[in-house]
Antibody
Framework: QVQLVQSGAEVKRPGSSVKVSCKASGVTFSNYIISWVRQAPGQGLEWMGRIIPLLGIANYAQNFQSRVTITADKSASTAYMELTSLTSEDTAVYYC?????????????WGQGTLVTVSS | QSALTQPPSASGSPGQSVTISCTGTSSDVGGYNYVSWYQQHPGKAPKLMIYEVSKRPSGVPDRFSGSKSGNTASLTVSGLQAEDEADYYCSSYAGTNSLFGTGTKVTVL
């Protein structure tokens, strides 16, 4: 069974950073592109960026370009998303989503989500 | 790049059909046949319902269908059922990026 399992909830102070992990099982990790999507409370989905683990190439949404870094460890079948300079507006559920390399922009499966709360 | 535009809400009675629009530009929806649709129930992760404009993943009922004309994509849910009540989001490839729509809450009356 294809699964993406994310790390647990985090509480962070404003100005700090957070790093969320996303471990794949039941799939050949290199056959997927991993995207990160966030959802603020009561709001819609926002695409943050993606990585091609096979190549180690990442690209980012303009809104996050300067603050987000997405990496992947092929040996551990795990992708990571680090967001810096956190503010209260970064409080959200962060999802990773797999995008099979055989199709484009078809996010399936999704991780269970990681709640990041930014509060002083 | 801005989010794709969806109507905030849509509704229909059981058995009826509802259609949700998703409007972008020639740089995203109109430029690629890579539009997908997601269903999200409260507190749950989104679920892929349609990809590449009109293809259904295995397990998605054929009551769900997708189409595209110009810069606007559409999702139609036919034969509405109570379990279809959820938020729906479109997404489009946009070159190096992807975009999501603003979301539509579907209510089954």
């Amino acid at each position: 069974q294809v699964q993406l399992v994310q790390s647990g909830a985090e509480v962070k102070r404003p100005g700090s950073s957070v790093k969320v992990s996303c471990k794949a099982s039941g799939v050949t990790f290199s056959n997927y592109i991993i995207s990160w999507v966030r959802q603020a409370p009561g709001q819609g989905l926002e695409w943050m960026g993606r990585i091609i683990p096979l190549l180690g190439i990442a690209n980012y949404a303009q809104n996050f370009q300067s603050r987000v870094t997405i990496t992947a460890d092929k040996s551990a079948s795990t992708a990571y998303m680090e967001l810096t300079s956190l503010t209260s507006e970064d409080t959200a559920v962060y999802y990773c989503a797999g995008d099979p390399r055989s199709v484009v922009n078809a996010f399936d499966p999704w991780g269970q989500g990681t709640l990041v709360t930014v509060s002083s | 790049q801005s989010a794709l535009t969806q109507p905030p809400s849509a509704s229909g009675s059981p058995g009826q059909s509802v259609t949700i629009s998703c409007t972008g530009t020639s740089s995203d929806v109109g430029g690629y046949n890579y539009v997908s649709w997601y269903q999200q129930h409260p507190g749950k992760a989104p679920k892929l319902m349609i990809y590449e404009v009109s293809k259904r993943p295995s397990g998605v009922p054929d009551r769900f269908s997708g189409s595209k004309s110009g810069n606007t994509a559409s999702l139609t849910v036919s034969g509405l059922q109570a379990e279809d009540e959820a938020d729906y989001y479109c997404s489009s490839y946009a070159g190096t990026n992807s975009l999501f729509g603003t979301g539509t809450k579907v209510t089954v009356l």
